[in-house]
């Protein structure tokens, strides 16, 4: 009997071994928004947010599987529940959203600051009336130029990549982009080591921030942000490593 009993007591524990320990899903983006966040050769979520998420999750022993998605993809399926966090996530984001969907935001995790950025020259920078098309990313939001689009200064035109927004700039096909200063700049020195960008003195920078974002858990919300209060030391070094405090 007492042999019959070890046997179940080992297939019960290794049933348990065996089976994962469920993961809350974290759905990020695919974008290469280095060094606030990315995905390296192996497609694995990498950068400042990463960081952050991971001592999160080892501080508040809660699992996180993170599920990167094109921006569209990620929105659809945040609102229809198939994931239960998103970053990043602003309220300025949410204007498309039914008045039914009520989204938690978390406080701050990484500011940011956007501008509408154009190659660097000897010559005078490009005027403002010449500025016909400026390239943004699908499925981005473009809060610091939502005026001057809305009063058909120039048109815009949407990439799935950062990197083709970078060719499109260098071949004049836009003549400026929508974007993070510091961001675009480490693409460009990779991709185009002679150019380099600046932001056009006519359109003042947006600084907002990026926030972690739920609709069916709020009480993991406020987890979160008494997380970001406890932890403020370690996370404003994780920052101040990629360069952003």
């Given at each position: 009997?007492?042999?019959?009993?070890?046997?179940?007591?080992?297939?019960?524990?290794?049933?348990?071994?065996?089976?994962?320990?469920?993961?809350?899903?974290?759905?990020?983006?695919?974008?290469?928004?280095?060094?606030?966040?990315?995905?390296?050769?192996?497609?694995?979520?990498?950068?400042?947010?990463?960081?952050?998420?991971?001592?999160?999750?080892?501080?508040?022993?809660?699992?996180?599987?993170?599920?990167?998605?094109?921006?569209?993809?990620?929105?659809?399926?945040?609102?229809?529940?198939?994931?239960?966090?998103?970053?990043?996530?602003?309220?300025?984001?949410?204007?498309?959203?039914?008045?039914?969907?009520?989204?938690?935001?978390?406080?701050?995790?990484?500011?940011?600051?956007?501008?509408?950025?154009?190659?660097?020259?000897?010559?005078?920078?490009?005027?403002?009336?010449?500025?016909?098309?400026?390239?943004?990313?699908?499925?981005?939001?473009?809060?610091?130029?939502?005026?001057?689009?809305?009063?058909?200064?120039?048109?815009?035109?949407?990439?799935?990549?950062?990197?083709?927004?970078?060719?499109?700039?260098?071949?004049?096909?836009?003549?400026?982009?929508?974007?993070?200063?510091?961001?675009?700049?480490n693409l460009i020195t990779k991709m185009y080591p002679k150019k380099s960008l600046v932001r056009h003195s006519q359109y003042p920078p947006f600084q907002y921030a990026y926030h972690l974002s739920s609709i069916k858990h709020p009480k993991l919300i406020e987890k979160?942000?008494?997380?970001?209060?406890?932890?403020?030391?370690?996370?404003?070094?994780?920052?101040?490593?990629?360069?952003?405090?």
């Amino acid at each position: 009997m007492r042999l019959i009993q070890r046997i179940l007591v080992s297939i019960s524990f290794a049933i348990t071994m065996s089976t994962p320990v469920h993961a809350l899903t974290l759905g990020v983006e695919v974008t290469n928004y280095a060094p606030y966040f990315y995905l390296n050769d192996e497609q694995k979520y990498q950068g400042a947010a990463r960081e952050i998420f991971d001592l999160f999750s080892e501080i508040s022993q809660i699992k996180i599987a993170y599920v990167p998605m094109p921006v569209p993809r990620l929105f659809n399926e945040f609102v229809k529940g198939s994931i239960a966090l998103k970053f990043p996530d602003n309220p300025l984001w949410s204007a498309s959203l039914s008045s039914t969907v009520k989204v938690h935001y978390s406080e701050p995790v990484l500011n940011i600051t956007e501008s509408l950025l154009v190659l660097r020259q000897d010559k005078p920078e490009v005027a403002k009336e010449n500025i016909k098309t400026v390239g943004t990313i699908l499925g981005f939001s473009t809060p610091g130029i939502a005026m001057p689009v809305a009063n058909h200064e120039f048109k815009t035109i949407k990439t799935k990549k950062v990197e083709q927004l970078i060719h499109m700039l260098v071949s004049e096909r836009v003549q400026g982009v929508y974007f993070n200063k510091n961001v675009a700049q480490n693409l460009i020195t990779k991709m185009y080591p002679k150019k380099s960008l600046v932001r056009h003195s006519q359109y003042p920078p947006f600084q907002y921030a990026y926030h972690l974002s739920s609709i069916k858990h709020p009480k993991l919300i406020e987890k979160f942000n008494a997380f970001l209060i406890s932890h403020a030391k370690e996370l404003d070094i994780i920052r101040s490593r990629y360069g952003l405090k």
